[in-house]
């Protein structure tokens, strides 16, 4: 049946793939972006459809629309993004879930949550599982993002219990692929656009830490699994990959992939910037008969070629 779906932070990363899959499934898409660090490059191939709807407006402020459904992913997710105006990306996450939890309230309908492994801080427990609490840094340069999103699950958690929505949280984990926004600082955005310019690449610290990255293919699936799972399996639930590497192991493969005359630099390590990060999936595994299939060299590839087309298509 054509659901109504609306997709906060459509016009992102990962919402604009988001767009498209439940666009493809037959859906309507309303998608709402302030265009922060979204583009409209992301979903311009979506404009012609007219069951695909673009709103510009900010989700701290109350939204009035009618839907069956909501996914909340408007938020700067990359470390300079999200460090660039602190109090915004707290207001978006804390202002911005009530009003879209007010929003499905209002029309009675399911909500899910784009939450993120930093709930879990600088870990103390790995691989991460659900039920580790985290060990965050309530006032350091992450913790806008880290501390908001905390309080986001908090809020969904809190009209679960205390309202009866039907709610659904995930925590996703690295995740990589087209339409990464080039200048992000993230890195995989960041190896592959020095590779492909022959720049240096900046490993912060001895690029010992590690992580462990998810294509975005396998994650949209994850959450469309999870939106879609029974009503009392609420979350939160990991999803990502769980091959970690290290982040020098990372260059060398994307070095090596672009065949890049890039030399490795070491520079400062980023305050508060967690050491190891892998995620347990056993619950989506066992809830959601999810797991990824994407290989990283295989999704690397995908990722490379699109950078490539960018820089081509600048030039
Ligand atoms: P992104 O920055 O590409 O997308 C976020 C989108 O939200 C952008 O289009 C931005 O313009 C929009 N936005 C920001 N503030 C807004 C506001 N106040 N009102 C309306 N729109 C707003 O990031 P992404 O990687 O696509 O991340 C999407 C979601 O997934 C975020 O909530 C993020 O926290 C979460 N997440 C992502 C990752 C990852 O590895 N990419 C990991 C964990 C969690
Ligand atoms: N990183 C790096 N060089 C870069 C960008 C990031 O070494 O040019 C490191 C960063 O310090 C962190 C890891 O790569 O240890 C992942 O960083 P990212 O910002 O992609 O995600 P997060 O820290 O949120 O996991």
Avoid at 241 to 269: F, P, Q, R
């Amino acid at each position: 049946m054509k659901k109504k779906v609306l997709i906060t932070g459509g016009s992102g990363f990962i919402g604009s793939h988001l767009c498209e899959r439940l666009l493809n499934e037959g859906n309507e898409i309303i998608c709402v972006d302030n265009f922060f660090t979204g583009s409209k490059r992301n979903i311009i191939h979506l404009l012609d459809n007219p069951y695909f709807e673009v709103i510009r407006h900010d989700i701290t402020f109350p939204l009035y629309v009618e839907v069956d459904e909501i996914y909340n992913l408007a938020c700067p997710a990359s470390p300079i993004h999200y460090q660039w105006d602190p109090v915004q990306t707290t207001k978006t996450s804390i202002h911005g879930a009530i009003n879209m939890l007010g929003l499905a309230k209002r029309l009675k309908v399911k909500i899910l949550q784009a939450s993120t492994s930093e709930v879990y801080g600088n870990p103390a427990v790995h691989p991460q599982k659900e039920d580790y609490w985290g060990n965050v840094n309530p006032i350091g340069v992450r913790s806008c993002y880290d501390e908001g999103k905390r309080c986001a699950e908090t809020l969904f958690f809190d009209y679960f219990r205390e309202h009866k929505l039907n709610i659904k949280v995930v925590r996703i984990f690295n995740t990589y692929g087209p339409h990464m926004h080039p200048n992000d600082g993230r890195v995989v955005s960041n190896f592959i656009m020095q590779s492909l310019k022959n720049e240096p690449i900046t490993i912060y610290g001895d690029g010992s830490q590690t992580r462990s990255f998810c294509y975005v293919d396998d994650l949209v699936d994850g959450m469309i699994k999870m939106m879609n799972s029974p009503n009392d399996f609420v979350g939160p639930v990991n999803l990502g990959n769980t091959k970690e590497i290290s982040i020098l192991e990372l260059a060398e493969i994307i070095i090596d992939m672009v065949g890049s005359k890039s030399k490795i630099t070491y520079n400062t390590l980023p305050k508060d910037d967690p050491v190891r990060r892998k995620p347990d999936i056993s619950l989506a595994k066992k809830h959601l008969t999810w797991q990824t299939i994407v290989s990283l060299e295989e999704g690397l590839e995908n990722t490379i070629n699109y950078f490539r087309d960018l820089l081509n298509s600048n030039t």
